[in-house]
């Protein structure tokens, strides 16, 4: 493919910083790879040449690009920052005496205990979430700790003394087992690099390049200003629109400095798309139109690229998102889009819980980014266990071995020994179990043979609970997991057939070369494109996610999940309990068809026939229950699934 002449300038830079600022899909990360093509075809040797990426999976895909562009084998370093620092770190010999990883759930554990002393009283109540967050800004920003907490935590200021010193503590505890967080690792490097102990490195890379810059941290643009201090040959590309990890004390505004940051640096922006359709770019360039703290831009296509207007759906009780995705998954496939083209995108991984179900259910194969899927998480995996030994006719023993794991009191020595003896042919009756987990496995046992009803399945949660998390921390997430399965599984009514259409599938689609759709959170979805992209919740309360005080990143994140698409886009907008508005940042873009209030009937004479009038397909509603006069527009009907839900008239 021919560059432009833009993208050519910046392939021929010879040395020097330089900064490719420009939008989604105009072929920024194809610059970078062509210009390492190009060095190395000037003779460069590969390993002089350092790429640095957002994931490990994004320097493999783009040593590949390289690879295809010079037809050889690519030996250049690349990789995310912390895997070329923790490298080098190793070479340098200074993790010699590590004593481990502090990573996310060591610290949220650590953290739990801590708060838990009389001494941090007065901030137990915060989570420990935001105290990593605390921590992970102060390392990333380079700033005072005071200032961090102003700046980012002000309801934390009045503990200032205590946070402080939660934080102090950590780093004691840290010292002690001589363990590090991701974040230590990188400001070690960058001591490293700054008192030249990792001269090696600074001296061997004789060209970096960085993709993805918008997201880069201060502590990490630190340590690129001393990577490249021997000859400046820098290159990075980026886009402020796309700036998302404001978390990780990454801002827009960063990218602008890049020229004061690397003195003496050029800078070039390209502006064809050659990614999406006319239609898909005029969508995306209205998301923005209102955005701030980022350089203004737009996005136009490189062709004639014609596509359809993107489309939303509405979910309702009869329009179910779940289905609607699965169908249009196949319509697309049977006209030529391959699964692993096809891509479902969501700002939380809640967003996706029945939709993942319902692939499994309809067989179509998924991979999923940023995030287990449901059916590989470990309390999912014991849930499943109970509802086997429950609701299945056979008693399968690997079932019952995870049962039996699950109950308290039972040494892993007596456990051994029942299953020999139950291999051995004993009856179950006749087992023999310590006074605390007979108690708790008579209870299970009293579930067995019930029918699979909703109150049924609610007390086995209630029961599972306590079994399956032993710690005391926020379950709430994954007791929805556990709904989700057993509201499945009330919908099928068959254990049989539940177990063939989702434990069976689990297992014959776990196979990681297959064709497969994605599942991705749009974090995890950055730089990638599909030919096909849905975006889930389209909600107040979804994006932007509740209670969000960085209103400009979440409308920038629906942006890099708009831009993802090549031919076709589809945004859902969800009907329920929890969310009900569509998103501030689409309104004012969706096509008029909301539903509103049927004026013609009286609430009074008002009939499952009568409200057959106001639905689109009748036939599923079974009987009205109740229309509320304060919300005319919705009614409760009872569906010919024997659920009750809130439906929408249109009039
Ligand atoms: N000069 C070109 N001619 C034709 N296609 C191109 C050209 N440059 C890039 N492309 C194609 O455009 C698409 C987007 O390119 P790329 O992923 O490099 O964009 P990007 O700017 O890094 O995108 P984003 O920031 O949205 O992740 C790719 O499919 C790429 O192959």
Redesign the pocket.
Known sequence: ????NN?QLAVNHESGPILLL?G????????LCCRVARLIESGVPAEKILMLTFTRKAADEMKQRVESINDQHCAVLGGTFHSIAFNDLKYLGLMKNLGGIFDDSAQAKYLRKELKKKSFEKISDTSPREFMRFFSLCSNTLEDERIVLSQHFPSLVVHADLVLTLSKNYVKHKEKLKAFDYDDILKIWLSALKNKESLSLAQQCQYILVDEYQDTSKLQIEILKNLCRHHQNIMA?G?DC?SIYSFRGALPEQIAHFTTDFPGSKSLA?EEN??STKQILDFANSCMIDAKNIIPKELRP?SDCEGNEPDFFYSSYYKKTEKEICRDIFDLRTKGTPFEQQAILYRSSMHCLYLELELTRQGIPYKKYGGKKITDKSHVKKFSALLSYVFSDEIHILALQQCLELMPGLGIKTLEKILTQLNEGLELKDINLPLKSQVSFEQLNSFRKMSISKNNLEDLIAFACPLIFKDSEDNSKKIKDLNALSEELRRIQNWDDFFSDIILNIELNNDDDMDAVVLSTIHSA??K?WQSVHILAINENAIPIQNSNNLEEERRLLYVAV?RAKQHLKLYVENSKELKEVSRFVKHLIPQKNPTPAMAFNHQSLNHQSLNQYVNTPAEVQELVYVSENTPETALVQSDMDELTYIPFYD
């Open positions: 493919m021919s560059l432009n993208q420009a989604a899909g105009t072929g920024k990360t194809h610059t590309v886009d796309q390209l050659y990614r490189a950055k730089g494109e831009t």
